[in-house]
């Protein structure tokens, strides 16, 4: 162990300690051996910690402040939308009515639950412009994969058993192809053009009889606005696919224009990105899907309905894809999503979008002469800078996010989406100030400069972390993956 | 427009639209084509000020019967268990929940030891070499096992026992259409496994048993047997199993399960009708790089100081992107987090202290219906839960007990029509002496 090393809480435990104070045992106890078949009660212990409260504590504290939240600093990771997580939030979200609710108590016993998950459903509808909401879905890649299920289903049922590929453009998120092939379906990608929209003769030529469908995020991973919007849901349309919405970005155009109005048939939302139900370290997050009316026969079931003024759940769905998640979805999350839409409303969900847009155009115009703008038009909520001019100097775009980490940033998204050279993706959400951005600005104009004057600086970075570079080559190829006694 | 989550103010839009080189804000949506363009704003409810919605949705909220002011005999999955105070201020650290995926190692090492602590916990309990940073939660964590298999072995078919949960089967279900697989299910005899159905359909052409210990009547599923007939056809073996109830149970490793999934929704999670909860993955070594979502794994820095990255992400959606098996990206890391605490607040005695509590409880409880007449279905040992035989349908049994204050246990007849008027009792730590007396009391005088 490195005299630096921060302690694993194995490495902390002592035994004969506990942490723990469990309710007090008022009933007979009996020999444990006699309540388990033979052989099945555990005669080894599970080598978990043995420390005190304040061990815990410590040690948590210890490893939160070795981590970095939206909370400690700016966060402008592309296509993310680390924006802020508000804090009624999470009051909310601890309510005993809500946090504390089984799933399978009888209707009658959760109302409140429901109605706020049919509000919420409501609200989506509108934000969307779709016919019908699920919340079941855990979260984007989740509801993607749902979303071309129902898709598949629906050709199905229609006897167009051809239609198995999904056309998704070359700068499509990763999880976009992987959706499509655990839900059976083929992927065949659909070439941008020189202004990093998509090719819509190439979308012309793969389009066909064996189309399911085309996922597309609008604006796109680039940052761009798909002007050819309407042409592309014609040409699909056209040859009888459905048109899948990624609403990773749907935080460029709330209130500006709706997936529904675009010709969208289906649309997944991440809420833990722009309806800010935290991010959580990697999740939980929470991915509804909206349908237009042909779909609904598809969703997932149960449905969440309202009959006068009861609400309750819909089982009687026989062509529903069936379940796709154990009850009504990350509830949770759905919660926070909910309060936040309630805190904002539509004329604060207006400028939520307003506010993004103008704050990642300004960052842009201020950083194109440092950086190559690989796409020089108005962007939407985020931008692609490229690193190439950087990378002739010998500095990768690697180089430039570790170097921002000693100045108390996260990175931006980086060498993402993959057709653009040393990418670098930037986010800067709304609820970052103007001086935020000033200084981020100010600094990665600096590091443009080191990469011309003293690069390694820029190579070694960083200087002022609590671990510097990681030997990745070895993780993966010797892994360990759990702490074994020494 | 003024808000507190939006700082920018008049003048600063003011000075940034001159940087940008244009006169108002409209102008950067002007791409957006006017046919699409949605004009003015969205036909939702207002903005509410912090106090008032606070007011409102504590409203909505204690229209719910929730499990502090009520007892819960509801388990079916998700229980009702003790939850160490702490968690909840580990995981309100903002520096944890307010982070997204450690993708930078060099700022995300709490997070990272964090789940690299958590995948070694689940290895204690389940006895396995490998588990993962975390799953949505245990439906789809054995879906995910089941696409594992069929890609492991080539093979379509997966046997799924009918005692596994009636919801986790029918995710299955769902998964297996997406990747054309056939799902087989087994019958239940006597509320465990029918060995004698399983020999009849066990064959080489099945990718995996799936099986669920303690299974969802609570009984104990002989994963000794199961495993040698699983093996005797190279099919693999998959354990869906409560964690908590592994302080006590011989774990699945133990018995040479190839996966085994669950959700860890007991240590620290709250029910939160449903979700989120917190799904568990673990295998043995042979499967390590087949295991669908993020590892963490430990490395060590340019200065030889230990330290904790994402890794094998080879396997992952964002590399394979067409030809991965799992499209799985953000996860419940914020529940493994909450999860770890429990688990590491419990300890090694504390697992086992609860895991047995839950045995003692349920054993007295099943006992004392028993002592009232009632005829509790299955002999044999139970975890967490048993079954009562009613003379009424369970919901109108459980209107009444509501009414008392009483959240009873799961309605049978929703799931399996020959148990109808049955209900599933689940009793955990929680639940005193008295609160069990009360309930067969109560149930015994809605009975007669």
């Known amino acids: 162990m490195h005299n630096q090393d921060q302690a694993l809480i194995f490495e902390s435990s002592t035994p004969g300690r506990i942490g723990y104070s469990l309710p007090e045992m008022d009933v007979p106890e009996l020999d444990l051996s006699s309540l388990l078949p033979e052989g099945y009660l555990r005669s080894e212990e599970p080598e978990l910690p043995e420390v005190s409260e304040l061990d815990i504590m410590r040690h948590y504290t210890a490893l939160s402040r070795r981590n970095h939240g939206v909370d400690s600093g700016f966060y402008p990771l592309g296509s993310c939308t680390m924006k802020y997580n508000p804090k009624i939030n999470e009051n909310v979200a601890r309510f005993n009515g809500f946090a504390h609710v089984h799933p399978l108590q009888d209707e009658s016993s959760v109302q409140g639950a429901l109605e706020l998950l049919y509000d919420l459903q409501q609200h989506l509808i509108e934000i969307t412009g779709m016919d019908e909401v699920t919340l079941q879905p855990a979260a984007g890649a989740h509801g993607e994969w749902t979303g071309l299920m129902m898709i598949r289903s629906y050709h199905e049922a229609n006897g167009d058993l051809k239609r198995t590929k999904v056309i998704v453009p070359d700068s499509a998120h990763g999880t976009n192809p992987a959706s499509a092939s655990v839900a059976g379906l083929e992927t065949i990608t659909v070439k941008s053009n020189e202004y990093g929209l998509v090719d819509l003769d190439d979308l012309r030529r793969v389009v066909g009889e064996d189309t399911a469908a085309l996922m597309l995020t609008n604006p796109n991973t680039l940052g761009l606005f798909e002007e050819n919007i309407m042409e592309m849901a014609e040409i699909v349309h056209g040859a009888g696919g459905k048109l899948y919405y990624d609403g990773a970005n749907l935080n460029a155009v709330l209130s500006k224009a709706r997936p529904g109005d675009m010709g969208f048939d289906v649309v997944h939302l991440n809420l833990h990105k722009t309806f800010t139900g935290p991010h959580g370290g990697g999740g939980p997050g929470s991915g509804p899907v909206g349908v237009k009316a042909d779909l609904i026969p598809f969703l997932p079931k149960p449905l969440i309905t309202k009959r006068g003024e009861e609400y309750g759940f819909d089982y009687d769905r026989p062509q529903s894809i069936g379940r796709v998640k154990p009850f009504y979805g990350n509830f949770g999350i759905n919660v926070r999503a909910y309060t936040y839409i309630r805190s904002m409303g539509p004329d604060g969900l207006k400028a939520v979008t307003e506010y993004a847009v103008l704050n990642a155009n300004y960052m842009m115009r201020r950083l194109a002469e440092y950086y190559d703008l690989p796409f020089d038009k108005h962007c939407k909520h985020e931008f692609v800078l490229s690193g190439r001019r950087q990378k002739k100097l010998g500095v990768r775009t690697l180089d430039i996010a570790k170097r921002l980490l000693d100045f108390g940033y996260h990175p931006p998204t980086i060498y993402f989406p993959l057709n653009v050279e040393e990418c670098i993706m930037i986010e800067p959400t709304e609820t970052e100030s103007k001086e935020t951005l000033d200084s981020f600005v100010d600094i990665m104009i600096q590091i443009a400069k080191e990469v011309e004057e003293s690069p390694e600086i820029v190579q070694e970075a960083p200087h002022t972390t609590v671990v510097g570079r990681m030997d990745e080559a070895t993780a993966a190829r010797k892994p360990i993956l759990k702490y074994q006694k020494a | ?448």
Request: proline share 4%.
């Open chain 2, 1 to 448: 427009m003024k808000h507190r989550y939006l700082p920018m103010t008049e003048e600063d839009k003011k000075a940034m639209l001159e940087t940008i080189g244009v006169s108002s804000v409209d102008e950067l949506f002007s791409d957006i084509p006017e046919k699409v363009r949605f004009n003015g704003e969205y036909n939702i409810k207002a903005a509410k000020s912090e106090t008032a919605l606070m007011k409102e949705l504590s409203k909505m909220a204690s229209r719910n019967a929730d499990l502090k002011q009520n007892v819960s005999f509801l388990g079916a999955g998700v229980y009702d268990h003790y939850m160490p105070v702490i968690v909840d201020h580990v995981i309100s650290r903002s520096e944890f929940y307010t982070a997204y995926t450690p993708y930078q190692p060099e700022i995300s090492q709490g997070e990272l030891q964090a789940i690299f602590e958590f995948q070694t916990m689940i290895c204690e309990l389940t006895g396995m070499d490998v588990a993962n940073s975390s799953m949505y939660d245990g439906g789809t964590a054995l879906a995910e096992a089941a696409m594992l298999s069929a890609g492991h072995t080539k093979r379509k078919k997966i046997i799924v026992s009918g005692a596994v949960h009636p919801e986790s089967r029918e995710v299955l279900k769902t998964y297996a259409k997406g990747q054309y697989l056939e799902v087989i299910e087994v019958p239940v005899n006597d509320g465990i496994t029918d060995i004698e159905a399983l020999k009849g359909l066990a064959n080489e052409e099945i990718a995996a048993v799936i099986v669920q210990y303690p299974n969802f009547f609570g009984r104990i599923e002989p994963l000794k047997e199961l495993e040698e007939i699983v093996h005797a056809n190279k099919s693999l073996f998959v354990v869906s199993s409560n964690p908590l109830s592994l302080g006590v149970l011989t774990p699945p490793g133990k018995f040479g399960a190839d996966i085994v999934i669950g959700d860890a929704q007991p240590f620290g999670i709250p029910t939160a009708f449903g979700g989120p909860h917190c799904g568990y993955f673990a295998v043995t070594t042979k499967l390590m790089r087949k295991v669908p979502g993020r590892l963490v794994g430990q490395t060590t820095d340019d200065q030889g100081r230990r330290g904790f990255v994402l890794t094998l992400q080879a396997r992952e959606q964002h590399i394979r992107r067409d030809k991965a098996t799992s499209n799985i990206c953000s996860n419940q890391a914020l529940n493994a987090l909450a999860a770890s605490v429990a688990m590491t607040a419990l300890g090694k005695k504390g697992v086992r202290e609860m895991a047995a509590a839950n045995l003692q409880k349920t054993h007295y409880a099943k006992n004392t219906f028993k002592e009232a007449g009632f005829e509790v279905v299955y002999e044999g040992h139970s975890f967490n839960e048993f079954v009562v035989k009613l003379n009424k349908p369970v919901k109108e049994i459980n209107q009444e007990l509501l009414q008392k204050g009483i959240i009873g246990g799961y309605d049978l007849g929703r799931d399996y029509p020959e148990l109808a008027n049955h209900m599933l009792v689940a009793v955990t730590e929680q639940r005193s002496k008295e609160e069990i007396d009360t309930l067969v009391k109560e149930v015994g005088d809605l009975h007669a």
